[in-house]
């Protein structure tokens, strides 16, 4: 345990951040995973719907520095190519 005060406000101010990106990254997987759900399911418009909600939540995370950028590029990659795949 540290034993300076800026550094005791440090330890306070990491454990905080890293609660937050907890909970936010658990909310993006659980928008990754209606996708994937809707796009079980077959219907269009709900995976179209699922696709913009969890397209956007990966967005926010990669401008936070939750998740790298080209890891966002990746699964908004893959969610297309799902999109696409069902259309056919």
Known sequence: MPNIKSAKKR????AKKTLQNKM???SM???IKKFYAAV???DASLAQAAYKSATKKIDVAA???IIHKN?????????TKAINGMQK
């Open 11 to 14: 330890v306070k101010v990491i």
């Open 24 to 26: 936010f990254k658990s």
């Open 29 to 31: 997987k659980t928008e």
């Open 40 to 42: 079980a399911t077959g």
């Open 63 to 65: 401008a936070k520095g």
């Open 71 to 79: 890891a966002a590029a990746h699964k908004k990659s893959q969610f």
